[in-house]
Structures are given as C-alpha cells and as structure tokens.
C-alpha cells in the first residue's frame, strides 16, 4: 500500500508540473499573440498616417501649382528677367546634406504601396543649418504655415524660373526682397516634413517641376 501511494504521489506531482509547464507556455503564446496584434494594429495605424500625409502631400502640391499659376500671371504683368537658365548644371547647393529624396515618385519601404510624387529633392540637415539662395532673383511668397510644406520661400529668378525652399524653420527674407546666389535666406527645420529635419528644395519653369539635380553641381 505504502509503494502504491508512493508511485501515485509521483505520478499526482508529475501530472502537477505538466499543467504548470502547459499553462506557462499557454501563457507565454498568449502574450507573444498580443504582441504581434499590438505590432499589426501600430503597423496599420502608421501606414493610415503615412496615407493621410501623402494625400495632404499631394492636395498641397496642387495648391501649389495654383500659387505658381497666379505668380506667373503677376510675373507676365510686370516682366522680370534673369539668367538663370545659363546656370544650368553650375548651381550651387541651398543647403549642405545628404539627399533623402530624390526627383520622382517615391516608395515608402515599409509601405511600398503607397507612392509619393517627389517634386524636388530633400536634403537631410540638422534644424537650424543655413539655406542659401541658388541664383540671383526676387522672393515672390513666403509663408509661415504652407500646408505639407511648412514654412515656404518661393523666390522669381525671371523668364518664368522659380526656386522652393520648404520645411523651414525660420524666414530671413520678404516678399519683393531682391536676393543673391549664395545669400542666406532661410534655416532649415522640419515643419510639415515626414523625413525628419530637411530642406526640401524644388526648381519650377512656369508649373512644371524639373529635377533640380541637373540644375545643381
């Protein structure tokens, strides 16, 4: 009897620590299933963002088009010429930095469904780095709060030339202020951006956006 109640007592002390082990690896699969809805829902709540902020990308990029539109109609009015186009390929760069963004659409990586038109270029550089002007012209818009674009600088450079500075943190400059090539205008920041701390920086000839990389040495 006493053996039997042995063998049982060890058999009752076995079946205890096999429920102990399922429930605590039961446990440990029920957190590790949390954790990958948790990290599903975070993914899915960052890509509704990043949606979101392409679409008022876009919906700013057009409103754009209207304000150079309306530049262009004032520029016509009252003629402003440069030799801008002579500096093709020998400008100097706005701001000193890697390229984040290049000219054309973009792919997010995490996100490659979701495809951004790049206008221009952006350039990484820390907040507050000094933004220059890339030829001689005329500041035509300045703006505290441009949408995606943050704070903005357009500067006329004649025969319908156009230069944007975007994402700033700080306007040296005022409408119908007559700048320099290499004169200080602005200081980079990240207003508006999704890339951090860059200068987002486009050539415009009328509407239409070219890639500035042709134009820069």
Known sequence: MHKRNKIFNLNLTQVQRTARATTSENRRLAMQSEAKRSAIQQIQTQRESYEAAAADLEKTAQQLRSLLS???????????????????????????????????????????KVVITNNGLDIAAPIGSPVRAVAKGRVDYTSEDYGAFGQL????????????????????????QEVTAGQVIARSGDTGSLKGPILHFEIRRGGTAVNPETWLR
Do not use: C, M
Not at 164 to 176: E, K, Q, R, T, W
């Open 70 to 112: 309306r530049l262009e109609q004032k520029r016509q009015a009252k003629p402003y010429s440069g030799d801008f186009a002579k500096g093709q390929g020998a400008l100097d760069w706005p701001v000193q930095g890697d390229v984040v963004g290049h000219f054309g659409p973009e792919h997010n990586p995490r996100f490659p």
């Open 153 to 176: 600088i357009i500067v006329n450079h004649g025969d319908s030339y156009y230069t944007l500075y975007g994402h700033l943190s700080d306007i040296a400059v005022s409408v119908g």
